[in-house]
């Protein structure tokens, strides 16, 4: 649940458990890889999230977003990856 509305119902924000966490969160900082990205694809991400803005483009095996961190497989995304992309996104943008 979002860390908002758990404040609006009075609930505890929970954190999953190492075992449910994605790879991502258990990476140790020297394995993660800063990403940089296409100006244009970095340009339609941020206009498809505003006003959300990713703050930190990182490389990773999945594509995953969280607050203001996005991860990719690498800098040139495939269509299978683009979809990926949109998938995650629009989830995201759902839960807001």
Request: proline residues 4%; negative net charge; charged residues 25%.
């Amino acid at each position: 649940m979002n860390s908002r509305y758990a404040a609006v119902f009075g609930i505890e924000n929970l954190v999953l458990n190492q075992h449910f966490r994605s790879p991502t969160n258990d990476l140790p900082i020297d394995d993660v890889k800063s990403l940089s990205v296409n100006k244009q694809l970095r340009d339609d991400i941020d206009r498809a999230l505003h006003p959300m803005v990713i703050t930190k483009w990182l490389q990773a095996s999945e594509i995953t977003l969280s607050e203001q961190q996005l991860t990719l497989p690498s800098e040139h995304l495939s269509s299978d990856d683009k979809r990926a992309l949109w998938t995650v996104m629009s989830q995201y943008l759902d839960n807001i």
